[in-house]
């Protein structure tokens, strides 16, 4: 049986770009930040302040929630590496067509996000016990997970399509990873007492919504804010995939730096 083309491309990206190290540490990073986070701050931190629940019940759907930078930035650097050291003209003059690699950069994206989530609640257990998560709430945390991924990815390789430095691309992956990650509710919330122009800041954040979606999933709570926060996700994931489409159409081939 032939495999198809974008099975083939994702097989090639776990084989060639993706090598243990890589992988342990993606998925490391925040696994370790729930074992200690979780462990330090729980006793600090009251429970008032994070809806009732203890801080890592707070901070693990808040690292799922993660996970989606994660496969953004994998998807991104994968193709960065592509263009460096001429993969992509090679990938192109083969049986592939563009539509095909990009296919394969998303997916690849989508599985190992979803792996994230499963490592995820494999370290999360033991400090919050199992979830009482519904099929609608699991659905919910998957599609949260997916829309974010296929947002930032789109973001990051149709930035990869117009930049042609290694300096520049990188610089401006790095600044975004951390404006994300930092500036949204993944490990603290929006409280009160919370400056105005901050929370403005964090409600203008993509992964705000997905991190409050999942929390709720983890909860039981959704509701029409859910819903609300998955529309946008979705028109955001939407707007970076043509982003990329678009990119694609219109990228030079070529060496870079």
Sequence with gaps: MRIPPVLRLVVRNFASNLDPLTVIIRFGQPAVTIVVLGTMFSSIISSSVTGGSSYTSFLVPGMIAFQMITGGVVSGNLFWLDRRWAMVEQIFSGPFLRSEYLGGLVLTTLLFSLVGVGVMMLVGLPFIGLPSLSLLGVGTVLLTVALGSVFFAGLLIALGTRLRSANAYFTIQSFLQLFVIFLSTVYYPITPRTPKVLAA?????????????????????????????????????????????????????????
């Design 201 to 257: 800041v964090f409600y203008g954040n993509p992964l705000t919504y997905a991190a409050d979606t999942i929390r709720d999933a983890f909860a039981g709570t959704l509701g029409g804010g859910d819903l609300v926060s998955l529309g946008i996700l979705a028109l955001l994931a939407a707007a970076a995939f043509a982003a990329a489409i678009w990119g694609f159409r219109a990228m030079d081939l070529g060496p870079i730096q």
